[in-house]
């Protein structure tokens, strides 16, 4: 008798994850401040949205225009991003996560052109590496440099065997541990994110439900939320 292959979880179950997580996060900073939990839940989900859009990197058809989609989610999400976190429509201080994300997308097309190119083209992506950590730390996107580190991590160690797992395992440990969590002695909450690997480890690869409609559902659940939340405490 053949026995069937037991199936992880889908690309579709990572987005949901991923969503209910940031959700969690973002109803402790507005409805629910007196639920710390939500905060510690909420720390999963920035990890899982790194390993999907450097696995969209991977299985894209044009990274120009993958790189586009999000460029024009991020305008769109700003506006409902200041509300959120800053009280107002324009809040300088600090940028969605999703220009994290295009940053650190920058810095893996750079290290991917450099397995092919040298000379004046090398050049032009190292540049391309230093300016993307620059702007990381000088437009202070959510998560900073260390959110480019993360996506950087996710797409160093790519795999499923165990020497992959176990540098991705260290890779967030100090990321979160130590850059984001800054040494301190108080309970490590942001090291949290760590326990995000359990679900990037689940991945089997699978795209599960899919489509047009849903790819839509699943960027505009970013500035919607946000929306809807900032709303609700004003």
């Known amino acids: 008798m053949t026995m069937m292959k037991r ?10 994850s991923a969503m209910a997580f940031m959700l969690c996060d973002h109803l402790y900073l507005t409805l629910l401040p007196d639920l710390p939990l939500l905060r510690c839940i909420g720390r999963l989900a920035f990890p899982l949205f790194a390993f999907m859009a ?17 460029a024009l989610l991020a305008l769109i999400s700003e506006v409902p991003f200041d509300l959120l976190v800053g ?9 969605n996560v999703i220009w994290t994300i295009i940053l650190g997308l920058c810095c893996i097309w750079a290290l991917e052109r450099l397995k092919s190119v040298e000379g004046k083209a090398a050049v032009l992506c190292w540049v391309v590496l230093a300016a993307s950590f620059a702007a990381a730390y000088v ?36 990321i979160n541990l130590v850059l984001l969590n800054g ?25 599960g439900l ?21 709303l609700l405490t004003i």
């Open 7 to 16: 199936q992880g979880l889908s690309s579709f179950s990572l987005h949901i």
């Open 210 to 230: 899919h489509g047009r409609p849903i790819q839509i559902a699943n960027y505009l659940f970013y500035p919607t939320h946000m929306l809807i939340l900032a």
């Open 54 to 70: 450097v696995q969209g990197c991977f299985h894209t058809h044009c990274f120009k225009k993958y790189l586009l989609r999000l």
């Open 87 to 95: 009280g107002t429509v324009f809040y300088p201080d600090r940028q």
């Open 139 to 174: 437009a202070r996107v959510d998560y900073s440099g260390a959110g480019v580190l993360t996506l950087l991590a996710f797409y160093l160690f790519c795999g499923s065997s165990a020497k992959c797992k176990v540098l991705q395992l260290l890779s967030l440990g100090f």
């Open 183 to 207: 040494m301190s002695f108080a309970f490590p909450q942001q090291g949290l994110a760590v326990l995000s690997l359990v679900f990037v480890w689940l991945y089997d690869g699978r795209q």
